[in-house]
């Protein structure tokens, strides 16, 4: 298709040249003849010209012929000899060895050519595929065979560094630097493509746009390209495309940007570069500014700044420090004014990781923020129990309570909570000193620490009462009476023993306090116990010599 076009513009400019003639636009250099390429091993040199170098201003046109002014009179025969035409944005070629320059296209080439050059004279290539120049932008001009001729060039070294030579076959030239051949051009101005017209760009967000552009009746293909630059010279690489639309990203958020766009018309024949601006909008910045407030073991606040251009944000809060995937359902959407927000439910002990994206207009999103917080472990009352009671001493023991650094007791009597209490590390505390039958409580609490958040529980308190300094006998065989059964449920019977001695025999509880008291008639008795609520109860013996006191137990 392409080498069916190439020969379609030829017919065309073949055809042309009756109605409309190439004027010939001269670059003269002279004062350095040289023999490169055309009368030395050395056949390969590639030239760089600038518009301005030619007389008259060289127009935008098709180039069909190129000169070369001979300052040898002979006749060489080249094999494979070949002239590459390319824009560039070069303004001097590189000095030393380089790599040849790439990306020039075709447009001459025999098999063998005969030059028969006059010295003074220009020898012609008629191109075989045409170059359309658009006479703004600077020119390469390859020229290489397999041949070393015998044709010297006339050449200048006006200009600056404008040629790098070395031989045909090798990836890199021998050198570069100064000096260019005198060079004529045939040029049949006018681009021989129908110009499209670019239309606005739609869908534009922060980074990313759809640019659009008029079909053109016959076009082989369009290129495009998209920069920051000032209009009227394409600085990147054009976009080759049979479509008439794309989708352009990673463009500059809030800048203007251009859409430059030529029609081709063959793979060699295009038209003018068009241009049409369009600004990008401001960026979807991620949001910033994130604190966590109010936060205990299970619930907590959460806020950020809010943003410009945003139309709401998305959040999630997780036990995970990887960004998440935009399908997690778990993902909470809010409104551009919801930059707080609430949270329950939360684990105790645990970092929770908070990632936020604003959602912008066109459905722009920032990348995820990504921010954390820790829940606490609350600090729990101990539960406290009581052993080891007597008539002067107890222990008052509990569990140990997680995250407790210490705890913290208090002594007295029962009465309103303290303020504070003595620190201890150990889970028990010994109440030595105790007054008998007299009431006390013991009060603690935990000092916790959880990643370097501190707190305290509230008070535990456990009441008890301290037993008669007298002894209580639990052993029925030691005492006066004996008493069974033990525990008792309803009726408590009452045997005398050898010691026992006529006397009043009285009931009391723990807390000292009479419940009842009568004399034992003979050996034996029964006392109805039924009404007495379950627990531990004394039953004391009093006589002349001595008190003594007898546990027992109601079921």
Same mark, same amino acid.
């Given at each position: ?25 001269? #670059? ?44 040898? %009179? ?12 390319? +824009?560039? +944005? ?31 004279? !220009? ?21 290489? &065979? ?11 070294? =006006?200009g600056g560094n404008r040629r790098m030579w070395g031989v045909n076959g090798n990836t890199t030239s021998n050198g570069g630097g100064a000096g260019s051949a005198s060079l004529a051009l045939d040029i049949i101005p006018g681009s021989p493509c129908t110009r499209t017209t670019p239309m606005a760009a739609t869908t534009i967000s ?18 495009? =390209?998209?920069? +920051? ?12 495309? %049979?479509? %008439? ?51 205990? &073991? ?5 806020? !950020? *700044? ?19 995937? &935009? ?7 809010? &409104? ?20 936020? #994206? ?21 600090? #729990?009352?101990? %539960?406290?129990?009581?052993?080891? *009671? ?10 140990? =309570? ?42 603690? #609490? ?74 034992l008639q003979g050996t034996e008795g029964n006392i109805d116990v039924s009404s007495y609520t379950p627990g531990v109860y004394i039953l004391q013996y009093t006589d002349n010599e001595q008190t003594q006191n007898i546990k027992f137990t109601k079921q």
């Amino acid at each position: 298709m392409k080498k069916y076009l190439s020969q379609v513009l030829l017919a065309v400019l073949l055809f042309g040249s009756y109605l409309a003639q190439g004027q010939t636009y001269i #670059r003269t250099a002279t004062g350095a003849n040289n023999v490169f390429p055309f009368g030395n091993a050395t056949n390969r040199v590639q030239y760089l010209y600038y518009p301005s170098d030619f007389t008259p201003a060289v127009p935008m046109g098709v180039i069909t012929k190129i000169y070369f002014k001979a300052a040898s %009179t002979t006749t060489s025969t080249y094999t494979n000899m070949t002239l590459d035409i390319g +824009t560039t +944005t070069l303004t001097a070629m590189p000095t030393g060895s380089n790599p040849w320059i790439t990306g020039l296209t075709n447009a001459f080439f025999s098999s063998s050519y005969t030059i028969s050059a006059v010295s003074g004279n !220009w020898f012609v290539f008629n191109l075989t595929t045409p170059f359309f120049w658009d006479g703004t932008s600077n020119i390469i001009i390859d020229a290489y &065979s397999n041949s070393a001729g015998s044709i010297t060039l006339e050449q200048g070294s =006006v200009g600056g560094n404008r040629r790098m030579w070395g031989v045909n076959g090798n990836t890199t030239s021998n050198g570069g630097g100064a000096g260019s051949a005198s060079l004529a051009l045939d040029i049949i101005p006018g681009s021989p493509c129908t110009r499209t017209t670019p239309m606005a760009a739609t869908t534009i967000s922060s980074m990313a746009a759809q640019v659009n552009w008029a079909p053109v009746t016959g076009s082989f293909q369009y290129e495009y =390209v998209i920069d +920051t630059t000032t209009p009227g010279k394409v600085l990147k690489a054009p976009v080759i495309t %049979t479509a %008439t639309t794309a989708y352009v990203t990673g463009l500059i958020p809030g800048k203007t940007h251009y859409l430059r766009v030529r029609n081709y018309c063959s793979a060699v024949s295009y038209s003018l570069w068009d241009t049409i601006a369009f600004t990008t909008l401001p960026p979807c910045n991620k949001p910033s500014g994130f604190i966590a407030s109010n936060v205990d &073991s299970n619930s907590g606040n959460i806020q !950020w *700044l809010q943003e410009p251009n945003v139309t709401g944000y998305q959040y999630l809060v997780d036990t995970f420090r990887n960004a998440p995937l &935009s399908t997690n359902p778990n993902i909470k959407n809010v &409104s551009s004014t919801g930059n707080f927000q609430p949270l329950t439910g939360l684990e105790e002990g645990r970092w929770h990781y908070v990632h936020i #994206r604003a959602r912008c207009v066109m459905n722009d999103s920032s990348a995820w923020s990504l921010d954390s917080f820790y829940t606490p472990t609350p600090c #729990r009352k101990p %539960t406290l129990a009581l052993t080891h *009671l007597t008539s002067n001493n107890s222990i008052v023991s509990w569990d140990p =309570v997680k995250t407790a650094k210490q705890y913290e007791y208090y002594f007295g009597s029962a009465a309103t909570l303290p303020p504070n209490g003595t620190p201890v590390k150990i889970t028990s505390v010994q109440t030595p000193y105790l007054l008998p039958a007299t009431n006390y409580s013991v009060h603690v #609490r935990c000092m916790c620490e959880d990643n370097g958040i501190k707190q305290s529980s509230g008070w535990s308190s456990i009441d008890f009462t301290s037993q008669f300094a007298t002894g209580i006998s639990n052993t029925e065989s030691e005492a006066p009476i004996m008493l069974y059964p033990n525990p008792v449920t309803d009726v408590l019977s009452i045997k005398a023993g050898p010691k026992f001695r006529d006397t009043r025999l009285t009931i009391l509880n723990l807390k000292g306090q009479t419940l009842g008291s009568f004399t034992l008639q003979g050996t034996e008795g029964n006392i109805d116990v039924s009404s007495y609520t379950p627990g531990v109860y004394i039953l004391q013996y009093t006589d002349n010599e001595q008190t003594q006191n007898i546990k027992f137990t109601k079921q």
